[in-house]
């Protein structure tokens, strides 16, 4: 049977529709906007780790040109703590006490970036000119900056009344059951490694203008987000107001990641200015405000042990991970960590596990969900485990995992954590993933390789991901006078192509083209409540949602027009934006029917579709490198990918969302690392010495994807978002350590593996 797929919708290669504006420059962002009387902010940060202060004086500043307001942590005394609500249960059923994020900060800052002062001004140069005028007086103090040492004894204590800089304690499995399987197994294989920090680094660094509209006694804060509706409740607590008191608007947002989905004090602050002058107020962060004090990602450092049968298949595991979460408890902080250890057994049957985090405190900037949120911290921590399993036993890569993978007849399969996987074929991946990369002829390559002078290394990820976490996305539709269409909807698109993906679902239920389809997000005036973007969950809830709402406005319309007709509702059709009789030239345009509605409500439909369970995208990456052995630098010369996302809805936006997140993956295996000195101070403040992955950096990427559609997802969608960095990263630094391992005996290199590391352990391995 041949399947044709529609012009417009789910299936098609659409191109973005959003591109048009965003190449000729017409993007509108939060720093465009000037609106009357504008003032500028800028935030006066710690330039220490941890120390206790005084402000001795800001008449210097407050008298300084163009200046109108300068606030302090005490001037804020009415405003309430930035707090997360997601501290998972400890061990003894108790949840850890947090230490909350000041707006400014007392007396007390905890990370060098923390915040002591505001300053407003005619502009940003006169409030930045104003703020180096406060006199603020630090008594300076020993930091506690390095996760691995955190708990040590002798190392300073971040919050000295807890007694530690143990901030939490988790556990997730069966210690006896995991006993008992180490005590049979024929062979234990152990790792220990650092998943090292990252700093998001979107294109567009976050601002905010905060207005103040006298005449309704309300509040509005225009930023770029990933979702208005749960800012809108953060803000609306601190302020203690009801959410109506505040209006939150997101225009074009140039990236996320996670990272823009929290509330950050200077939202409040422009809010509280604005109130207190009576103008607007913008506040626009530079590239090094972002190193400073946007949230940061990954910091693990973990000792895995994998227990194994004679036949080399796995019985349990144990998993020791230490967690920075900085010197706050950030909003997600404490989940980040938890969600990521529920994935430890990945696409494997394991029996058991017995797995440990504990969350640390140091006297650094807060740790936060980043693209894929713990899933790519545990998908590093399996991969790289699974191979060194499979060298301890003397395995091919692919054959251990072949003889450990959930099987097709095992699903709907509940892990060890409780996870409850609906569908898989990960062999199946696997093995298209192994002919596309032409895995079997490596050694061939190998060889010409070293006739060049040069170490090649193959190596290859299979992984699994929960997303699209439970609950819902509403959708709204409405036919608007003209015959057009616009979709409301509680996510925020941030560089994904949400315009284009939701315009495809309404344009298969009222085959309407996609240009006559307006998408509206980001403005809590439009909707009551909406989740947001993350955790790839736009498109399985949203999509879904957007899909439904389309069928009941699809519906409405030909009830119209069959009134208009004087036909039965089930004999209109519905064609390129017109509603005709089947069979006859008898028709009314969509500008029509909307003429022709009796009540407002007539033209309107909703959608909502409620998932109770995660879906769980999986597949296989497979990187093949060739390294210099007298540098030390990698290239990437082949990377291929074989996923299995359920059901596609456009080939063309999905390509680019695996493209961009193995480009993030791969970014921390070979080049990204943040670094604090011994006394708190961020090294890796800016592009000089923070290394972001270029172009250059990497081949085409063969992508493909070999779907089995969800059965807990109403159209069969699993979600990709986030699916490329978790993969990514586990193939690129396998691949690395299988080139240092069969040209020298290396079994290990920490991330990133940058030139100079590689040439080190390799000078080291050539001198003993």
């Not at 408890?329 to 504990?358: C, E, L, N, R």
């Not at 390294?627 to 936006?653: H, K, M, Q, S, W």
Request: proline share 5%; net charge negative.
């Amino acid at each position: 049977m041949t399947v044709v797929t529609p012009k417009f919708g789910m299936g098609a290669s659409v191109l973005r529709r959003e591109d048009q504006a965003f190449l000729k420059g017409e993007g509108r962002y939060t720093d465009d906007i000037k609106p009357a009387g504008l003032l500028h902010g800028y935030v006066l940060r710690s330039p220490v780790a941890k120390a206790g202060f005084t402000i001795t004086s800001t008449e210097a500043a407050s008298a300084a040109p163009g200046v109108h307001l300068v606030l302090t942590g005490k001037d804020l005394a009415h405003l309430g703590k930035l707090k997360s609500g997601v501290m998972q249960r400890q061990p003894d059923g108790t949840r850890a006490p947090t230490r909350d994020i000041p707006i400014l900060c007392g007396d007390r800052v905890n990370y060098v970036g923390d915040a002591v002062a505001f300053v407003v001004a005619d502009s940003r140069a006169l409030a930045q000119d104003a703020a180096e005028l406060i006199e603020v007086d630090y008594d300076s103090e020993d930091a506690a900056s390095g996760t691995a040492t955190a708990l040590d004894e002798g190392t300073p204590l971040v919050w000295p009344e807890l007694g530690s800089n143990r901030a939490f304690t988790y556990h997730i499995g069966d210690k006896q059951k995991t006993a008992a399987a180490f005590a049979r197994a024929a062979h234990i294989t152990r790792i220990e490694f650092i998943n090292n920090r990252l700093v998001c680094n979107y294109m567009e660094p976050r601002s905010a203008i905060g207005e103040w509209n006298a005449a309704e006694s309300r509040f509005v804060l225009t930023t770029g987000s990933q979702g208005v509706h749960s800012m809108q409740y953060i803000i609306a607590e601190l302020f203690k107001i009801k959410k109506s008191e505040l209006r939150i608007i997101t225009p074009d947002v140039g990236g996320g990641f996670g990272p823009k989905a929290f509330v950050y004090r200077e939202y409040p602050l422009v809010l509280e200015a604005a109130k207190r002058l009576g103008r607007p107020v913008k506040w626009a962060g530079d590239r090094t405000e972002h190193f400073l004090s946007d949230a940061q990602g990954r910091d693990n450092v973990v000792k895995a042990e994998m227990a194994l049968d004679k036949g080399g298949r796995f019985l349990g595991m144990k998993v020791e991970l230490l967690a920075n979460i900085g010197a706050y408890v950030s909003q997600y902080g404490p989940f980040i960590p938890y969600v990521g250890v529920t994935m430890s057994t990945g696409v494997y049957d394991i029996g058991a596990i017995d797995v440990s985090v504990t969350g640390l405190y140091t006297n650094t900037c807060p740790v936060d969900a980043y693209r894929g949120a713990g899933r790519p911290e545990a998908a590093l921590l399996l991969e790289k485990l699974v191979d060194a399993c499979a060298h301890d036993l003397g395995l091919p890569v692919e054959e251990i995992r072949r003889r450990n993978f959930i099987r097709p007849e095992q699903f709907p399969y509940r892990t060890q954590t409780g996870r409850l996987y609906d569908t898989g074929e990960f062999a199946g991946h696997m093995d298209r993933a192994i002919e596309r990369a032409e895995w079997k002829a490596f050694p061939q390559r190998l060889e010409q390789s070293k006739v060049a002078g040069r170490i090649r290394g193959i190596g290859m990820a299979t992984y699994i991901e929960a997303c699209a976490f439970p609950g819902s996305e509403p959708a709204f539709v409405e036919l608007n006078g003209d015959g057009t269409v616009t979709l409301k909807i509680g996510t925020q698109t941030n560089g994904q192509g949400h315009a284009t993906a939701y315009a495809q679902f309404l344009s298969e239920k009222l085959d309407l083209p996609i240009e006559k389809i307006h998408v509206r997000q980001g403005d809590t005036d439009d909707l009551k409540a909406g989740g947001g973007t993350g955790g790839s969950r736009s498109i399985p809830l949203g999509g879904v949602s957007a899909s439904r709402a389309g069928e009941d406005l699809a519906n409405k319309i030909k009830r119209i027009a069959a009134d208009e007709l004087e036909a039965s509702a089930g004999d209109i059709e519905l064609s390129d934006g017109v509603a005709r009789i089947v069979g006859t030239d008898r028709a009314i345009d969509f500008a029509g029917v909307a003429r022709a509605a009796k009540t407002p409500d007539d033209l309107k439909g909703f959608g909502e579709f409620v998932q109770d369970e995660c879906t769980y995208p999986n597949g296989t990456h497979i990187c093949e490198v060739e390294i210099d052995p007298d540098t030390g630098a990698t290239e990437i010369l082949r990377y291929t990918i074989v996923d299995d996302f359920g059901v596609t809805v456009n080939p063309i936006l999905l390509a680019g969302q695996v493209h961009g997140g193995v480009v993030q993956g791969i970014g921390q295996a070979l080049t990204e690392n943040t670094v604090y000195g011994e006394d708190g101070q961020l090294l890796t403040a800016s592009f000089m010495d923070y290394a972001m992955p270029r172009a250059d950096n990497f081949p085409f990427f063969h992508f493909e994807t070999r779907n089995v559609p969800s059965t807990t997802n109403a159209l069969g969608i699993k979600g990709a978002g986030e699916a490329g960095t978790i993969g990514a990263t586990p193939a690129a630094l396998n691949a690395v350590t299988d080139a240092l391992w069969r040209a020298h005996g290396i079994r290990h290199i920490e991330m990133p593996a940058t030139p100079a590391r590689i040439w080190t352990a390799i000078r080291d391995a050539s001198q003993r």
